[in-house]
């Protein structure tokens, strides 16, 4: 029995979990309302559309069982489709958060990386990609390689890897260069791939080349064709990142919660007990109220050490978990 009733505590903070979890990427990581509240919110709606829908059936068809019916139908309707447009709305958020964590972890990676350590990052996705072949440096200066050199889907193509930092754009002159360095080795295609951003001015003229096909890759490139399927970080990892921390700061959150209401209870006993007692002085019964006063007090040590059990209790559990002892 005890077994039993452990598992089916276990289920309900696993669901409560999920829950947690989906309100978060259901708010796109704003969690200023929690998932009960939201609850609330569909059951109230909810029950004022069928309040709607049967008082239109009743004055449409004066029949208050076909009311009910039909209210009973639209109500499924509207809540089959809020929920729907609920489960897009998380895949959504999920996907965006991911992505943000994603394209944050690589950039700091990224930012400790010299241009050449770049130049071999992306040498190494473009061929995981299994699209670009033999790539190889054929012009180095010192610290930077110039030109990675190789094939794309079976035609030869030049590749620049440039280096920024933070959200910093790519001119357009950088972009002629390349162009030219390219053109001078015989070269009519060229990747341009960047950990930046083009400016308006860069995508244009990558956008009306004739004789020459340049590609351009910035982070948002590089987010689509490696990260998000897994060529560098994985995203499995990354999801139950976001999703340990969303269920530590809600934990976080019912622990400063519960203390707070522990130490309101327990002021609350303490000031009741005190009060009786002085009060006790001064009418008749006065043993009563010194019984309940002792009562009150009773149950704020009994609070106070309920209080700090509790507090030891998750101190220990979080003292025993690994990722706090390495």
């Known amino acids: 029995m005890k077994k039993v009733f452990a598992g089916y505590r276990q289920h309900i903070r696993n669901e409560l979990n999920r829950r947690r979890i989906e309100n978060h990427y259901y708010s796109m990581g704003n969690d200023k309302k929690s998932f009960g509240a939201r609850w609330i919110d569909r059951l109230l709606s909810a029950l004022f559309v069928f309040f ?163 590609y351009i890759g910035d982070m948002d490139s590089i987010y689509t064709a490696f990260l998000k399927k897994d060529l560098y970080l994985s995203r499995g990892e990354i999801e139950r990142q976001i999703e340990a921390e969303i269920i530590d700061t809600s934990q976080a959150f019912e622990y400063r919660l519960r203390k707070m209401l522990a130490y309101k209870r327990i002021r609350t006993y303490v000031v009741l007990g005190l009060l009786l007692a002085g009060y006790s002085h001064y009418v008749d019964f006065t043993v009563c109220y010194i019984i309940v006063s002792i009562i009150f007090l009773s149950l704020a040590a009994t609070a106070f050490i309920r209080w700090n059990i509790e507090k030891y209790k998750g101190f220990v559990e979080k003292e025993i978990r690994l990722e706090q002892n390495m």
């Open 52 to 214: 709607l829908g049967l008082t239109a059936a009743v004055l449409t068809f004066d029949n208050i069982y076909l009311a009910l019916v039909l209210g009973t139908v639209i109500t499924s309707i509207y809540y089959l489709a809020v929920r729907t447009l609920s489960r897009r709305r998380v895949t959504r958020g999920k996907e965006r958060l991911v992505r943000e964590a994603t394209v944050k972890k690589f950039a700091d990676r990224v930012s400790g990386m010299s241009d050449r350590d770049f130049c071999a990052l992306v040498k190494s996705l473009l061929e995981k990609s299994r699209c670009f072949a033999e790539m190889e440096p054929v012009e180095d200066s010192g610290e930077s390689p110039v030109l990675l050199e190789g094939y794309f889907n079976g035609n030869r193509i030049g590749v620049y890897c440039m280096k920024v930092d933070g959200k910093e754009n790519v001119k357009l002159h950088q972009l002629r260069e390349f162009v030219e360095i390219c053109t001078d080795r015989g070269l009519n295609q060229g990747l341009y791939i960047t950990n930046g951003y083009f400016d308006h001015s860069s995508k244009e003229y990558a956008g009306v080349l004739e004789d020459f096909m340049l």
